[in-house]
Antibody
Framework: QMQLQESGPGLVKPSETLSLTCDVS?????????WGWIRQPPGKGLEWIAS???????YYNPSLQSRVAISVDTSRNQFSLRLTSVTAADTAVYFC????????????????????WGQGTLVPVSS | DIQMTQSPSTLSASVGDRVSITCRAS??????LAWYQQKPGKAPTLLIY???SLKSGVPSRFSGSGSGTEFTLTISSLQPDDFATYFC?????????FGQGTKVEIK
């Protein structure tokens, strides 16, 4: 069974860059899954941030696109998130998650549901 | 972005009750709709995908229905383990969005 585990700093200062990593076990990151990030501010709802296939196909939330980068490291079987110029509004629990693929003809497309989730990591933004 | 609106925001019910949660989309999402359960301090878990398909291992008391802009999650007989918050999520476009959540609490 696939398992995902987030890691990152316990605290980020305003205007700095938030960096998180998700370690994948039980599956190769080069397999037919999209790898993504979702966040949840304390006491609030869920917001999708970005998703990526190991071959490079990438999707970003339009509201965050200018500040976000997602990447995959096949040698370490992990993927990462970078969010620049953070403010207090970026304080949230950040989850990594995987999505399956849809097959149409010879093409592979992102099926945007999230089948497996990490436990989440709280990242406060504060000076 | 497509907006997802759930109702009610909070639902009070007793063990054994049949409960339903509604999710409305601001435009058609076809059947590309998922439901998740989240317990305090935990990650969401997928219950239903493609509007009505039950994820393997999820109890059969959970069911989903609907298409287009209106969807329903039904729990046929509420169990103690079901008191949690439920979220819908569309994935009809490459910019998925979630509903605001429905908290199911003990009456």
């Amino acid at each position: 069974q696939m398992q995902l585990q987030e890691s990152g700093p316990g605290l980020v200062k305003p205007s700095e860059t938030l960096s998180l990593t998700c370690d994948v076990s039980g599956s190769s990151i080069s397999s037919d899954y999209y790898w993504g990030w979702i966040r949840q501010p304390p006491g609030k709802g869920l917001e999708w941030i970005a998703s990526m296939f190991h071959s490079g196909s990438t999707y970003y939330n339009p509201s965050l696109q200018s500040r976000v980068a997602i990447s995959v490291d096949t040698s370490r079987n992990q993927f990462s998130l970078r969010l620049t110029s953070v403010t207090a509004a970026d304080t949230a629990v950040y989850f990594c998650a995987s999505s399956p693929i849809r097959f149409y003809g010879s093409g592979k497309f992102w099926d945007g549901r999230f089948d497996y989730w990490g436990q989440g990591t709280l990242v406060p933004v504060s000076s | 972005d497509i907006q997802m609106t759930q109702s009610p925001s909070t639902l009070s019910a007793s063990v054994g009750d049949r409960v339903s949660i509604t999710c409305r989309a601001s435009q058609s999402v076809s059947a590309w709709l998922a439901w998740y359960q989240q317990k305090p301090g935990k990650a969401p878990t997928l219950l239903i995908y493609q509007a009505s398909s039950l994820k393997s291992g999820v109890p059969s008391r959970f069911s989903g229905s609907g298409s287009g802009t209106e969807f329903t999650l039904t729990i046929s007989s509420l169990q103690p383990d079901d008191f949690a918050t439920y979220f819908c999520q569309h994935y009809n476009t490459y910019s998925p969005t979630f509903g605001q959540g429905t908290k199911v609490e003990i009456k």
